[in-house]
Structures are given as C-alpha cells and as structure tokens.
C-alpha cells in the first residue's frame, strides 16, 4: 500500500494526502471523501490528481493530442542528437594542441560505438561546412567553436 493517496470528496472533487493525515477536501473542507488510489510516490499522486479534477472534453482533447504527437515520426530529435554526438566525438577526439587527427577521431568513434559514418567522412563534412581547416596531411584545427 502506497503513503501517498488520492481521494474524492462527495462534492466531486479529487485531492490528495500523505499517510494518515486528515481528509479534508481542499475545496469545500469537507470529510466526507473516500481514498479511490494509492501511489508510491507524490509525481503519481499529483499527474492522477490534476487528471481526475480536469473536465472530460479537456483530457480527451488532450489525449488525442497527446496521441497524434507520439505517432509522429521523432525524426528531427534523433538526427539533433546524432548530430551532437557526431559533434562530441569530434571535441573529444581533438587534442590539447586543438589539432583533430583522422587517427584520434577513428579511435574515439570506435570507442563510442559510432558506425553510420567513418572518421574521413565527418572530418570531410566538417571542413565542406567551414568548422575545419586543414592543417597538414593528416591534421585539422576548428575555425570556429561548436556547442
């Protein structure tokens, strides 16, 4: 049994409490409720809470919203974070002299895991882009600084 419970007063309203504490409705002051769940923790109490006071037309507007939005493909947020750990691979993998090695960035993206590009092809992107130059044969410095 949870310390955490929600109650519903006779007057319709839902509120909660913590453990033993007295039931008394926060709207009308009432003590005439009855404890419809228990939770483990607060975040639950207060999501089922907030749930249980809103109008109907309003949470199932919100559910069909809330339905439509995690159907949608998540696309432009997985290629942002891809692209950002493209970019910490690149970070991690320049030295403490700012030069970035072909060598030092293949070790670093062996060591996270990262198999959809290769070292020269991101190294090649980033130099198209204008966030590297050339320094030698095998040696790239950042022209400008990425977050």
């Known amino acids: 049994m949870g310390k955490w419970a929600l109650n519903r007063c006779e007057c319709g309203h839902s509120f909660g409490t913590m453990g033993n504490?007295?039931?008394s409705?926060?709207?009308c002051g009432s003590s005439k409720s009855r404890i419809v769940k228990n939770f483990d923790d607060a975040q639950s109490l207060s999501d089922a809470v907030s749930m249980?006071?809103?109008?109907?037309?309003?949470?199932?507007?919100?559910g069909e919203k809330l339905s439509?939005?995690?159907?949608r493909p998540q696309k432009a947020t997985s290629s942002h974070s891809n692209?950002?750990?493209l970019i910490?691979?690149?970070r991690d993998a320049t030295?403490?002299?700012?030069?970035?090695?072909l060598k030092s960035l293949s070790v670093v993206l062996d060591r996270m895991e990262i198999s959809e590009t290769s070292a020269e092809k991101l190294i090649?992107?980033?130099e198209f882009e204008g966030k590297l130059l050339r320094e030698g044969p095998d040696s790239w410095s950042w022209l400008q600084q990425s977050s």
Not at 52 to 61: R, V, Y
Not at 68 to 71: A, Q
């Open 21 to 23: 504490s007295s039931m």
């Open 25 to 27: 409705c926060s709207r």
């Open 52 to 62: 249980s006071n809103m109008p109907k037309e309003i949470a199932e507007d919100i």
């Open 68 to 71: 439509s939005y995690n159907r």
């Open 83 to 85: 692209a950002s750990k």
């Open 88 to 90: 910490r691979a690149m």
């Open 95 to 101: 030295g403490d002299d700012g030069q970035l090695t």
């Open 124 to 126: 090649g992107q980033a």
